[in-house]
């Protein structure tokens, strides 16, 4: 099985994902250039963070609509594991495949540092081995997770809340919240389960050396669907 | 040519944090009468010919995101 790195002008985490998966997950990946129309001999997409565009218009807003999303949306409703981190996450709601939008940081600023995570979802690819309160880094000035009432319910109804930011005691508290997001929500899942979008970078928590491995708990999902 | 101006605005129910900002600062220099600030964009399309149905599918489908954004549509003369 083959994963998917898709790259678009401004894409920066490219690199860390594909050998995140290559070297820690021992996953093989490609990169696919977004003018690509086809995602034959794949088997998942990760949709990487950086400044596709510059941001310009809206974070993730060009991206969304590049050829290759076309290919992924196929993907995405074939069951495919599909997931989206950060600026990746941003691509995904633009594109419509996740509902609800990412905006500023509630104070304006840009946020990097290590958070802590709790998966709401036990059941999907994503969050099935999630058993502990993961610490992940963060790096977004724009990942307000924000949607409105009856989007919330409707995610909650059916189970879509992947991760909240939790403090180290997995409470949900405001003070765990870095950005503003509504419900303190760090990543949400489509309604099928196989689609994942978070402003949280576990591929950049996948080996020791780099300080934390709590990432492989998530991106272990492409070992196990396909395998 | 036909110029048409597009303006793309944060919806009213969320919270624009840059104007929020811009609020602040207008209040520092004692401008005092002003109780909100908020920050949109403006797109001006310089066109062939202008067709009312068609700006609006360019505003739904990528100008404006309809989950956040609302948007006005003004022919300038």
Redesign the interface.
């Known amino acids: 099985m083959r994963v998917a790195v898709l790259q678009f002008p401004g894409s920066n985490c490219d690199q860390d994902a594909l050998w995140s998966l290559r070297d820690d997950m021992g996953v093989q990946a490609e990169y696919v250039w977004h003018e690509g129309d086809s995602l034959a001999g794949f088997d998942a997409v990760f949709v990487p963070g950086g400044f596709t565009y510059g941001d310009y218009l809206r974070c993730g807003a060009i991206a969304a609509r590049s050829p290759i999303m076309a290919e992924v949306k196929r993907f995405a409703a074939d069951g495919r594991l599909v997931i989206g981190v950060c600026n990746g996450f941003q691509t995904l709601t633009e594109s419509g495949l996740l509902p609800g939008a990412l905006v500023r940081n509630e104070e304006q600023k840009f946020v990097c540092t290590t958070i802590q995570l709790a998966a709401v979802n036990k059941t999907s690819a994503w969050t099935s081995q999630v058993n502990k309160v993961l610490n992940i880094p963060i790096a977004h000035g724009e990942g307000r997770y924000i949607c409105d009432d009856d989007t919330l319910k409707s995610m909650q109804d059916h189970d879509q809340i992947a991760f909240l930011y939790v403090d180290p005691h997995g409470e949900p508290k405001e003070s765990a919240n870095p950005n503003g997001s509504v419900a303190n929500i760090a990543g949400i899942l489509n309604a099928q389960g196989n689609v994942l979008g978070m402003m949280p970078h576990p591929e950049r928590a996948t080996k020791q050396i780099l300080g934390e491995i709590d990432g492989q708990l998530i991106l272990s999902a492409f070992q196990r669907v396909l395998a | 040519m036909v110029t048409v101006r597009v303006l793309v605005s944060?919806k009213p129910s969320?919270?624009d944090?840059?104007g929020r900002?811009v609020t602040n600062s207008l209040k520092g220099l004692h401008f005092d009468e002003v109780h909100n600030a908020r920050i949109g964009k403006t797109i001006t399309l310089t066109m062939e010919s202008y067709d009312e149905d068609r700006v609006k599918a360019m505003c739904e489908?990528?100008?404006a995101?309809p989950?956040?954004e609302d948007y006005t549509i003004e022919v300038l003369p």
């Open positions: 944060l969320l919270l944090s840059a900002t489908k990528l100008l995101n989950v956040i």
